[in-house]
C-alpha cells in the first residue's frame, strides 16, 4: 500500500471571512486543528483517550503560518497534516492547504508540539508506540506537495 500524507477537506464557512470574503487569516487554524485531529484519529489515536491512556499532553510552543493565495467563501480546501520533524520531546506538526478547485498552495504552516508528564508539564519523550505510529506521518514538504500535485506549480513560483 502506497504511503500518502493525511488530507481532510473542508469548506471555508460564513464565520471564516472577513468582510471582503477572503478567509480571515485566524479561520486558518480551525482547519488545521480539524487535519492534526482527524490525522490522529486515523491512526487509532483519538484525542478523546489520547491523552488520558498516556498521560501526557502535547501543548503547542511555536506557531507561524506563511499565506500565499486567497480563498474565500464557499471555496472547497484540502489540508494536508504530516509531520515535518521529531525532536527529543517534541514534532514539528505542518499542515498545507491547497485550493482544491484551482490547484493552488493557499497556505503553509508549521506547529511544534512538546511532549509533556500531564501532572508535571516538564517534557518528555514521545512513547514509543505513538512515535512510531506518528512515523507513519512523517514527510517532507516536497513529497506532500507532489502528493497534492503542486510540485511542478511549487517550483516554478520559487
Not at 471582503?20 to 487509532?44: D, N, P, W
Not at 506563511?66 to 514534532?91: E, M, N
Request: aromatic share 14%.
Amino acid at each position: 500500500m502506497e504511503r500518502r500524507p493525511f488530507t481532510v477537506d473542508e469548506y471555508v464557512r460564513w464565520s471564516d471571512v472577513d468582510h471582503a470574503g477572503i478567509i480571515f487569516y485566524g479561520a486558518y487554524v480551525r482547519f488545521f486543528e480539524i487535519a492534526e485531529t482527524e490525522m490522529f484519529r486515523s491512526l487509532g489515536l483519538p484525542y478523546g483517550e489520547f491523552f488520558d491512556r498516556y498521560g501526557i499532553w502535547l501543548p503547542r510552543v511555536h506557531f507561524d503560518c506563511d499565506f500565499t493565495f486567497p480563498a474565500r467563501l464557499d471555496d472547497r480546501l484540502r489540508v494536508a497534516a504530516y509531520i515535518s520533524h521529531f525532536g527529543g520531546s517534541s514534532l514539528t506538526l505542518s499542515f498545507d492547504v491547497l485550493h482544491a478547485d484551482k490547484r493552488r498552495l493557499c497556505a503553509v504552516a508549521r506547529e511544534v508540539l512538546v511532549c509533556t508528564d500531564r501532572r508535571t508539564m516538564t517534557p518528555r519523550p514521545l512513547p514509543p508506540d505513538v512515535r512510531a505510529l506518528l512515523e507513519q506521518c512523517a514527510f517532507a514538504g516536497s513529497e506532500v506537495r507532489e502528493h497534492l500535485g503542486l510540485v511542478a506549480r511549487v517550483e516554478a513560483n520559487e
